[in-house]
């Protein structure tokens, strides 16, 4: 069974950055991995994925341009670079596989003050 491990989030003022970083154990990661968000009172949201063995990389468009997500293949990690942090920014977050197959893990907060 795999379990996901999220870290990295914080407080942040508007315009700062966070790295988040997503461990995984149990199994290799999947083809793809993703990032995702739940703002409180919100859905969760995709916010970003990774194709594994290429790279391709695509970006849910609030994010793009400030967001960067990567993995390293050797360590079996995946990130998260967040730049130009918004308020709007504000939630848990988590990764899984893309599309989500896995359970979820604890997330990790991020809260961006303005």
């Known amino acids: 069974q795999v379990q996901l491990v999220e870290s990295g989030g914080g407080l942040v003022q508007a315009g700062g950055s966070l790295r988040l970083s997503c461990a995984a154990s149990g199994r290799t990661f999947s083809s793809a991995m993703g990032w995702f968000r739940q703002a409180p009172g919100k859905e969760r949201e995709f916010v970003a994925s990774?194709?594994?063995?290429?790279?391709?990389?695509n970006y849910v468009d609030s994010v793009k341009g400030r967001f960067t997500i990567s993995r390293d293949y050797v360590k079996d990690m995946v990130y998260l670079e967040m730049n130009s942090l918004k308020p709007e920014d504000t939630a848990v977050y988590y990764c899984?596989?893309?599309?989500?197959?896995?359970?979820w893990g604890q997330g990790t907060q991020v809260t961006v003050s303005s």
């Open positions: 990774i194709a594994w063995n290429i790279g391709s990389t």
């Open positions: 899984n596989s893309h599309p989500p197959r896995h359970s």
